[in-house]
């Protein structure tokens, strides 16, 4: 617009998330701004402290559309605030109709006020667009959820495999969090509701007596809660919101590092669609999780973001100089970090391509090695916890040196076969049957998704 | 302990939070492990899944003052988390009254298990004591609010005078801030309450189909919730939490931030008292704002903990390798860092000596030039707004320029003369008079806090 | 361009910045993208590795008018880079005019390496325009130092007054610090200056044995350093240039908040001058800091884009997966940022309004207590240090609480008198004549800009 | 100390770098502070300042087991900084022995100085440490890189299989980042070798006109450089340090990524040895990589850490108001997580197991088709690039679908079989035959290294 942008999206991380980017544009901030303007008209105007032909005067003046953004901008450079030259070019504007009418823009009302309420409108808008895509997120994991309640698969911590989870519990898991990450955010989004309307200092002293009346019909008509007092240099509601914002992209981006991992050639268990996964005209085998990295990559950037937001807390008196600025274009960038990466990861979930015919492979190559732990359950009471595990691990350490099954070595051991045989053994190291409250917790998951989907 | 502790608070930050220190100290994570290990016990007793004996030895052995401190953090380097060589301590004293009960200890359990539900008690009995101090600084403000709802300051914008304000709608801003920052910290300790219990992989397989009662069970022993499924990758309720501590530590840099403004040399209409403020023996008349100062602090350092707190989220698969493990210190730190912040800005509110002489002479300073608007807003209608506003800002200029009372140049314009008379301009750049909603935002705000307080 | 894009700047914080912008600009990028292949061309036919007729038909491509950005936007978005689409499109584009040279572009390059090394390309333009800011306000600053050197002012700490400083002193330290921002930032672009060029795998194995030499060629035909091997996924080079970046940021943010401090109502030592300063129509005595508050901002917002540039360090194997791409907009938004911060810096110290009468008169104030120091050096061989300090400590408390000049009071005092007279007391409590180092500080600082600039 | 620490390592990231504590040790803070002061008197005496008696008093007395860290934490509390108790400690103890000596402690220096100026010794000494790890490091990276120049193994993108790397490249390519990670830091140490010494206000007015010269005696006796004023409030030098560690921090991250991703148990290529792993009593076969999680752990908090440095770089006029005293705490943290990182990613490369076979054996999975780009290089050129890969692509579908190994059916596809045999083809898809500039990227790496350990 006016020579500055420097952000086209060229490199495509946003593509998926137009929608989001056009709540937050900057049209939309100016016609946010134009819709504070027009609607404060209103209320003074029912009220009689304005005019009602100059209330009438401004909502026509009020489209965006007749507005120069450059010259805004250039406007808001100079001034300090975009408020000022978009003031007075609805004022000049305004007086192109009904000059009277033109005393009456803005009346009452400061910079701020104006500013900060678009800015919550703003958010209002993209907020239930992500908290939709959570929601989408929340059904394909469900899906997930009850169709892979049995397709056991590897648990694994510090990326060794460990005892036997399924899909399913994975998937429990990933729903859990993206619902507590959506009902997080719509707790925020409802707080941060909030209308700014205090004037110069705060007092609304120009507006006499009649202030808090005119909040209250202010907030009303714009769809906002009037809170106690005004908030020029409180922004903790803000902050707070955007807290919910990244904790909803981390969210996104632990679902999206497993789906990476699930991914990796070695491991192979579940990848994105062909369609949807990046590939590679030299190596066309390749099946890049193009998702995973969209998601991963705003989980890295949305903490340096918050991180922000808090820092810029303390602010100067009845109006901060640097800390309220620094949220112009953090919060904004926040919240489409966030919608790119609730978006990639409820599209990856959605679109996920299951193996779990190779889950069950991976999972058998240690010959029973991690299925360890049941047999121990069952050996300690009896042998003693010590004895036990002295001779798991000389088992273990045996079927890996000489590449024989696990439940042969210790079907051969003594001491075991004493308290287990052959059978029991193998029953023990069956991943299948050794999945405990698995099939509890995926329940209790979805129970908890059902009631509030 | 072993060697190795760089951190003694030698600086002094952190002594006046030495209660919450402790609830978070090394001895308390001992004991809070410790704590539950003996409740898992007991409760796999009632239900008979360990023999009762073994509980009593367990219970018996679990106090802290039993281990070496250092023995453990060394087995915890080596082991790569401390339940490892905790457990293991734990089982060799149990063995050494009861051999057959060593055999039970831990049993079925994970370590993630003990340390993420030792640190959620920790987090619930720190937490308890910061919410306690955000009580004691909204009392202090409210105090304010009330007793200086008419104490006339300058409004301050832009770090300019603006239109007056009083130091009660100041205060009054605090105090809604601070209980919004409150009440948020209790909404996410209640929140973050949950048990952690899902042994090696989240099946908790070992104990078979017992396991979702024995973590009912255990979590009301503990005081905790049991969630619906274990939680040991994702750690977002850990990470509101955290973002609830760095809000209140922001919001108690806020008020700092207004008070080191006060307190300055030339300002000087609010400070620490004499034996609170940090002197200078070389300099005795300075009174160094040394509360607010550990309030900007902690304000300072609280955002790149919560970023950490948010970066570690895409923890991998059941176990988080680098991530998890960067939270032990971080979270804690976080939350002795809003523990000092809160602290001071609750004992800096509380001792507040405050100057109301003083700030009216800094607000006569400018002979009236802020209460530009209170004239604007009665010339406005009658002179059109652009014809307004240069005749005041013309008298501006000539006021600031011959030093002359800004009420006298303005009477001398013929202009404004035809609206008002001297003594209604004298009236309207009285600061006592054009306050506007300053006193029903008060009352709003102390309505608010008196029905939550 | 393609719907996406929120950032218009219409808050104005980057008016002042269009030419880096530009710099940085996604055309610019594109363009730099296109002269990386077209320099391979040229290289690789040098080498006679593909046909000079390839070569020339790629060079004539490669030219950013001809390609739709859109398009390229939407493919990045499905390639998860925008090097494919990019490649492809030049491709089509030479293969309009010669079918075969097609085969040949982008000959044995990746992705990466050819969005890495116009990211090169772009930040040493850009660098260079912030260093020629720097160098802007070391100049001002400079200026400053040698006008000012004996301008006395109130020295600050912990916001109080204490001993005095000089202007000029101020000044030194400002151009010292903005000399150490810009070496370092022109050391760090110097060692950021690397071409990236390694192939699918890092190898350059499509280019058989000509991978290094061709390597040689492409980083001298691009002006740039060919390292001794890729460094896809070692990004330490860009993020201690981004560093420097958050560095310079800091270092304007650090002078902006003693302009901000400077220029409130009551010190009022030094401002923006009008046509700079940010008014209100409202308000017509306002000079608001705009440049200041600028600086502010951006230094507010650089350290949270310095983090996740460290955060996405950790880079996987040999192509990154979410690290990468994080970078893509961060450094970016961090180079701009640091742009606008320290150009409002150097536009502040250029037009810096300095009221030296004010200061003076602020200084005193306190009627003297600020030079105590200054007797109690005199008096502490004399009468002991503890005796000495009690001495003026009570003098002190005298002074304020009667309101007499400290002088007056310190000259009453027996134990004072007998070492000090009348006139000595007076000479040591002026400021002028305790000054210290301050001269020499400020020759030196000047000397060590006068080497380098 | 004083019941305040919660700090003491017991979850055991830090126990490797027990010396790197002890040299960031309140312990030592305590010497380095007393040295300050003994070294501060000694040359003052020397040029006569003070006398001669009293510097020697002050020097015996500067040892810090004569302090109470207790009492000295609860001052600095009170007073806000820890100089003012240790001064007056000092002070006291000194008077023990020689009253009038008392008087010419700390003679004309402020508590910054000595606090800066202390921290900068501590950082120096613990600076040293690291880059001695880092060098351990890089002799184990050359190591590898010498040894595994030609283990070839496969590339991986986006953790896909790509082209083969050799592990001596890998090798290479995190020996070269360590070295520039080890250059930066020593570079950045030297930068920040600065004494800091300037008096109440950074005039060193206390000193008359020997403060200049006080300066560099006081530098020199220190083993510190002088700079050209003092610098309380330009943290620069500091910053760009911190910088230095969060790059060196993040390198190791990079380092551990590598090899916790090698080592997951589908990978298996390379792991701890068994006596570092961490191992499970339940799960005997795991090899938990406890030195990656390590230096990832610490990769993931080093960067919230640099960002406060960053942000607490805007300090008010001549001493910062919490901003300096964010950083406290906050630099010895991030160093010795540095330490920790840097020294667990040394170990890690010190005691890798490399399984070669594996690594082949992995490759080797995919039969062929990450080598479809050798065949596509060559093809290309008589085929035309389309065509050629239309080509590969169906055979890499074909082989995949039909299980069939990639050569075969290449081999029978006519269009490919026109211009390459089948023994062509096998010799292209032959791993070891397409590594490119490995072999020289490596060697460059290597003489790189050579030149400067």
Known sequence: V???STRTDLLGLMAAVADVAAALSDRARLQAMLDVE????????????IPAAAA?????????????????????????????????????????TDPSAATYVHWGATSQDVIDTALVLQLQAAGRLITGDLRRAEAAAAGHARRHATTVMAGRTWLQ???????????????????????????????????????????????????PAVARDLAAKLGLQAPPLPWHTHRDRLVALAAAFGIAAGTAGKIARDLALLSQTEVAEACDPPEAAGGSSTMPHKRNPVRAAIALTCATRAPGLVATMLAAMPQEHERGL???????????????????????????LEGLVVDAERMRRNLDRLGGLPMAEAVAMR??????????????????????????PFADVLAADPAIARVLDRQAIERL?????????APAFIEEALADYDRDR
């Open 379 to 404: 050996l300690a009471p009896v042998l003693g916890r010590a004895e036990a595990h002295a001779a798991l691990a000389e088992a273990a350490r045996k079927a890996t040196a000489e590449g024989r």
């Open 322 to 348: 640097g800390g309220w600025q620094a949220e112009w274009d953090v919060l904004p960038e926040l919240v489409l970090v966030t919608a790119a990466g609730t978006r990639a990861a409820a599209a990856a």
């Open 56 to 96: 009438g005067a401004i909502r026509a003046a009020a489209h965006a559309d007749g507005y120069s953004m450059a010259e805004l901008a250039a406007g808001a450079a100079a001034a300090g605030n975009l408020a000022i030259p978009l003031v007075a070019a609805l004022r000049a504007r305004v007086a192109t």
């Open 38 to 49: 027009a609607a404060l008209a209103d209320v003074e105007s029912a009220r009689g402290i």
């Open 429 to 437: 190291l069956s991943p299948g049957d050794y999945l405990g409250a």
């Open 2 to 4: 006016n020579g500055v």
């Open 161 to 211: 495999q460990a005892p036997p989870v399924t899909l399913g519990l994975k998937s429990a898991g990933w729903l859990a969090s993206l619902s507590r990450a959506r009902r997080r955010l719509e707790a925020s989004l409802e707080d941060a509701r909030a209308l700014q309307f205090g004037g110069a200092s705060g007092t609304l002293a120009a507006l006499g007596g009649d202030g």
